[in-house]
């Protein structure tokens, strides 16, 4: 049986053709001994019946071809007289046909044909059928007339069910090229946010690595301790350097498994008070304050109040010239985290800085305001009254994740 179902799915003309021929068999078989049909009706019949079994056989594929043949066989069975015959079924198969599959117009057609035909076929061969009453005549022209209307709702029907699939089919498509629009989104913007941390992390750290070689070179020979310090901070530095990138890069190892201990957790605001020290020892002086009553923050804020102030130390190092100072301020409100960084260094030389640096990474202020903005809170940054340069930045205190 499912052999044969796939064979009819697969040709579906070839199946229809199959009926068509049976249905012309049995219009012949009832044609034989038929005084009705008998002399110049024989013919006509005979034609007829080939072209109505003809629609049947191509209804699939032109549908509205079938049913103007059909039409046209219709109208020659009134003109010639040729009365009814089981070849008139293939009528209510193309107007079914029609309603499922063809154009509007050749539905609607099918229907005003369907519902037209009995009437026309008993008012022509009244004599034939010699009704009784003129009642009984109606109640059977209603009675021809109902298999032609179900005929036509059912296609109708199939064609209304078929268009509400072929719609939910392209809500579905539509909705997964959302679903890969927004993960092709996501997937940029975790890129972004590597970025950023990646270009804080070395920037950062690889600009105290490069402070403190430059003081062991300058004192190697002068002072072996010094140098010994300088260069175990180099080492210190790289390693955390190298923990944090290993963490970053953690994330594009999906399906991975993750040794304990390989990454380390994200930087919050308890530690910037050793971020400031490693600052110092880098040589920059950094005057670190926080007021107000400290609070779990979300890690959005709490990521974002250190990679500012680390972001804003590394370029006063590197921008603010010599003898530079910093200050670092962090005042708990109500209900926002107010942060201050300011320097008294070179504030006419910070271009570089709002282009992102001289490293060319196309970072710096972008970065913090885009950091800032995916949390909700504000950026201010600009150059400070007789030199320097200051970033202030609001974020919202929410509860911590």
Known sequence: MQRLYAFFRRHPTGVDS????????????????????????????????????????????WPERALLLTAAC?????????????????????VYTAAATGAAWSSRLGLIGGLLAPAIANIRFAADYRYPSTAQGVVSTVFMTVPFALAWVLGDSLRTRRAYYAQLEERAARLEKEREAQAKMAVAAERARIAREL?????????????????????????PEQTKQALET???????????????LGVL??????ESGEYVPQ??????????????????????????SPRPLASGVELTVYRIVQEALTNTRKHGGPNVGATVRLAYQDGELELLVEDDGRGAQRELYEE??????????????????MVGGSLDAGPRPGGGFRISAVLPLAAAD
Not at 36 to 43: D, L
Not at 79 to 93: C, E, T
Not at 234 to 248: F, H, P, Y
Not at 358 to 363: A, N, P, S
Request: hydrophobic share 45%; with cysteine.
């Open 267 to 292: 930087p919050d605001v308890g530690q910037l008070d050793d971020l400031v020290e490693q600052v110092r020892g880098a040589g920059l002086p950094v005057d670190y304050q926080v007021s107000g």
């Open 74 to 94: 219709g109208v020659a069975q009134v003109v010639f007289g040729v009365g009814v015959n089981p070849a008139d079924f293939a009528m209510m198969v193309t």
């Open 18 to 61: 199959f009926w068509a021929a049976v249905l012309l068999l049995i219009t012949v078989m009832s044609m034989t001994g038929n005084p009705a049909v008998s002399g110049s009706k024989e013919a006509p019949t005979l034609l007829t019946a080939v072209g109505l079994c003809t629609a049947v056989a191509v209804r699939r594929k």
């Open 356 to 373: 992102g640096g001289t490293d060319g990474l196309g970072h710096g202020l972008i970065g913090m305001r885009e950091r800032v903005g």
């Open 253 to 258: 190892r999906t399906g991975e498994t993750t």
């Open 199 to 223: 270009h804080d992390v070395v920037a950062h750290n690889v600009s105290v690595m490069v402070v403190q070689a430059d003081g062991a070179a300058y004192v190697l020979d002068s002072s």
């Open 234 to 248: 180099i080492s210190g530095t790289g390693r955390k350097a190298l923990a944090e990138m290993r963490r970053l």
